[in-house]
């Protein structure tokens, strides 16, 4: 351990803390802080705007970054900034700051900007206004001064160029409702430049003019240095090992690399914990191992796509029990598991020990009562770019009529320019941009339906995805509504969010109606494909008397009412009785149910 008086660091003297504030422009640091970087506000104003609409965000967002080096390794335990409001100054009053987003990032390959590819070193929140106090008026401008406390210090290399993102989240302003307005002070010091981006979903980054006013601080008072190892060399990613101020929480990650899974932290050869990201309180020296074994990926997905789901993928330790579950969708059974097409288990539960990578293929076929109409096949079958509603197809002795009241929808097929993953081969995509309904009638009375789904959003206002509508009819969607089903989508790697919908109805319907739910953030078109239902259990003919038996006593029946000529011997429906509906009975009576 080291400490201020022994060999570590220098306290900061009263006279440097007094240059601080006059010559750093920030508030002074605490007698066992110093400053490792500072880029001290501009005396003459300026600001870069770096908000946002929290928590939807808005096309006017704006954010910057702005780049530091520290010469020698060092925890960086505290960042303070500079900032003011703008949209004040034209009258429409200010939107307060409730939250800062804190976050540090690496340097792309080309070392000129931030890698805003992947996620940043560390983020933080810091759940309030950052203790924003009055610092004066500059450039015409009122300022003020912030400060923030990192959880965790945050381990600097030194010599790596890192990125300081500040960013400020605010509602709008009370008058005319102006977009977030927040900026962060003009900066001097530096090398004259930063990042910025400029809009919502999407937006354009530009690398612009002008230095950030910021400080970064660490700890002057005792600290401990803490060591971290991955085993075998080259199985993983350590992060988190430097030195950290007494009493300081410590935050290890152990991120395998391919082909290993973490397995335990050990430290003097005695496990000590077995989470790979290990926090604890820095009160001495350790040196801690991170151990790895070799690890097998399990892929699992479905057949078909519409069948059902399964566990999804993951990588497990060699020698440990994996278990995968296939849950069909309603209409729809489980058959079997393939690896590489073979099959190896007709347990919906699989449970096995991971040996080897693994492809596993959950398979499911329809029930004996359900019928898929997938846009792929039928009679006749829907072809892409050739079929629009209304078109009726016909599968498995039961016809649907596709048709919308209030636009029309064309087949299409999944390509390049749109990714879903249910929406499989051909599918059924709005023909404009204006909320249509999709109806869909079918030939015979069903007890389920089910469909895939995906919501058109608009992308720069995409956060929350728009509810799917489900409401089932008998022959009109005049008479009343027999039931309704709703699900919102999610996006996973996909386009637009996509979902699945399914209603199940102890009473009969042949007519779903499907639109999109009210959602300020939505279009309200859809796309959709998969429609699979249930048909529902007709009366068995032969049942003559009704009693769910044929016997002897339906045959009499039916010989009595033929006799007689009354309307229910009418067998084969052609609004006539005669031997014809004699020989249709008799047939069916043959049959049995």
Known sequence: MRN???????????????????????MVQPALAETVFNQPPDPNGGQYKSAWYAEDGLDSDEYVWDSFIIPANTPITEVRWRGAYTNYLSGVGKAPVYNFTVAIYASNITGFEPDVTKPPLVEYETGGNAGETPAGTFGGVAMYDYAFTLPSPFQATGGTKYWMQIEAWQGLTPTYGWPPDWSIAKGTGGNGAHFRKVGGTGGMFHSISGDCAFMLLT?????????????????????????????STVTLTATANSGWGFQNWTENGSQV?????????????????????????????????????????G??????????TATPREGFVFTNWTDWGNPVSTSAVYTFTASADRNLVANFEPGPQTV??????????????????????????????????????????????????????????????????????FSRPVTAASLDFATVEMESWADTPS?????AFMDST??????????????????????VLVFTSAEPFNLIELKVGTNPYGTGTFMADNVSVVMADLPCPADFDGTGFVDTDDFDAFVAAFEA????????????VDTDDYDAFVRAFELGC
């Open 372 to 441: 898929p109409f997938d846009m792929d096949s039928g009679d006749p079958p829907p072809q892409a770019g050739f079929t629009m509603t209304p078109f009726s197809t016909t599968k498995s002795g039961l016809t649907a009529d596709f048709f919308s009241p209030d636009g029309n929808f064309s087949l299409q097929t999944d390509g390049t320019w749109l990714h879903q993953e249910q929406l499989d081969a051909n599918f059924l995509y709005p023909s404009s941009a204006f909320r249509a309904t999709l109806l869909v009638k």
């Open 273 to 313: 914990s077995t989470n790979w990201r290990y926090i604890f309180t820095a009160t001495r020296d350790r040196t801690l191992v991170a151990n790895f074994v070799p690890a097998y990926t399990i892929t699992t997905s479905h057949w078909p796509v519409y069948g059902g789901t399964q566990t999804p993928s």
């Open 4 to 26: 201020s008086q022994s060999g570590g660091r220098r306290p900061v003297g009263l006279l440097a803390a007094l240059l601080a504030v006059v010559l750093g422009g920030f």
């Open 315 to 324: 990588v497990y330790n060699s020698g440990s029990q994996v278990t995968v």
């Open 478 to 499: 005049s008479n009343p509504v027999i039931g309704t089903a709703q699900s919102a989508g999610v996006y996973a790697a996909t386009t637009y969010p996509e979902g």
């Open 565 to 576: 000529g009354t309307d229910n011997a009418d067998f084969d429906g052609t609004g006539f």
């Open 219 to 247: 700890t002057g008072g005792p600290t401990w240095t803490i060591n971290a190892s991955a085993s075998p060399a080259n199985s993983g990613v350590i992060q988190g090992a430097g030195v950290y101020p007494a009493n």
């Open 467 to 471: 509810p799917m509508v489900l409401r």
